[in-house]
T-cell receptor
Framework: KAGVTQTPRYLIKTRGQQVTLSCSPI?????VSWYQQTPGQGLQFLFE???????NKGNFPGRFSGRQFSNSRSEMNVSTLELGDSALYLC???????????FGPGTRLTVL | GENVEQHPSTLSVQEGDSAVIKCTYS??????FPWYKQELGKGPQLIID?????GEKKDQRIAVTLNKTAKHFSLHITETQPEDSAVYFC????????????FGRGTSLIVHP
């Protein structure tokens, strides 16, 4: 069974631009969560989607948004990029409920 | 909100030695404590987890202990091998699956052959 895939793997943007990251969960998984990983703040939860609905949200500004499609694929969007948004963005999928999360390899975003 | 402290930030051991990583949490309502291993260029991988109704759990060379009263939990790796070298994260949350985990800052474990 294929694992969680994230595209692109690397991305370079400039301040003020916007970016969209994509996550394809493991087949059959309906829950997708997003995390931001930085050396300064560590791993932080962004939000979780289940069956196209945002179920949980972390403490991030409104510039960070996401959505989930009917096939469970998810996208994360960051608008008006700031230098501090440079990070590894990780996606994790699960069957939902009380089941293990499986992480993708992440998208490395660099904001110049 | 929840706050998770993890120590040490770096741990260097010789192959065959044991390694211990410790975490403390602040929210007494947290009831699920997973540990993740992250290798270079990869996402975190769950290696073991423990719920608040259990004091200890083992899986081959890996064990986790939980002290609810003191609000701390630890990861123990015995007979370390070079392939154990990675960054390890602890986390705390109120439930598994649909949950908002709070992670520790990570421990970089280096196992010297």
């Amino acid at each position: 069974k294929a694992g969680v895939t994230q595209t692109p793997r690397y991305l370079i943007k400039t301040r003020g631009q916007q970016v969209t990251l994509s996550c394809s969960p493991i087949s059959g998984h309906r829950s997708v969560s997003w995390y931001q990983q930085t050396p300064g703040q560590g791993l932080q939860f962004l939000f979780e989607y289940f069956s196209e609905t945002q179920r949980n949200k972390g403490n991030f500004p409104g510039r960070f948004s996401g959505r989930q499609f009917s096939n469970s694929r998810s996208e994360m969007n960051v608008s008006t990029l700031e230098l501090g948004d440079s990070a590894l963005y990780l996606c994790a999928s699960s069957l939902g409920g009380d089941n293990e999360q499986f992480f993708g390899p992440g998208t490395r975003l660099t904001v110049l | 909100g929840e706050n998770v402290e993890q120590h040490p930030s770096t741990l260097s051991v010789q192959e065959g030695d044991s390694a211990v990583i410790k975490c403390t949490y602040s929210d007494s309502a947290s009831n699920y404590f997973p540990w993740y291993k992250q290798e270079l260029g990869k996402g975190p991988q769950l290696i073991i987890d423990i719920r608040s109704n259990v004091g200890e759990k083992k899986d081959q060379r890996i064990a986790v202990t939980l002290n609810k009263t003191a609000k701390h939990f630890s990861l123990h790796i015995t007979e370390t091998q070079p392939e154990d070298s990675a960054v390890y994260f602890c986390a705390a949350s109120r439930r598994r699956g649909s949950y908002i985990p709070t992670f520790g800052r990570g421990t970089s474990l280096i196992v010297h052959p």
